[in-house]
Structures are given as C-alpha cells and as structure tokens.
C-alpha cells in the first residue's frame, strides 16, 4: 500500500494489488499504461531499500 493514491486510482483499468505491480495484457496488444509503471517503478526501488536495510547499509 506505499503506492498511495495511486493504487486506488478507478479511472481506468489496470492491474496490480496489495501483493504487487501488474497489468492486463490480454492478447499482447495492451501496453502498460503509464499508471501501471510507475507503480512497477515505486515497488522496484521500495523493495530495494527493504533490502538494503536488511543488509545493514544506509
């Protein structure tokens, strides 16, 4: 839930949930929206500074 708002964002349809980022793919020819990476974004570099702290760097 770190995303904030823009998790609950119901303007369009996109994927992803409490337990990650995602899309709607289909038959291939839907793209992410720019929604949906950013989201993809956040989680990457939230994850990466959990294990950094985890590894006992600052």
């Keep these: 839930y770190t995303f904030g708002a823009g998790m609950f964002e119901m303007n369009e349809v996109k994927g992803g949930g409490p337990y990650g980022a995602g899309t709607f793919a289909g038959d291939g020819t839907r793209q992410p929206s720019e929604l949906e990476l950013q989201q993809a974004f956040h989680q990457?570099?939230?994850?990466?500074l959990i294990?950094?702290?985890m590894n006992g760097a600052s």
């Excluded at 990457?44 to 990466?48: H, L």
Aim: aromatic fraction near 12%; proline fraction near 0%; charge should be positive.
């Design 44 to 48: 990457g570099r939230y994850t990466a």
């Design 51 to 53: 294990a950094k702290k």
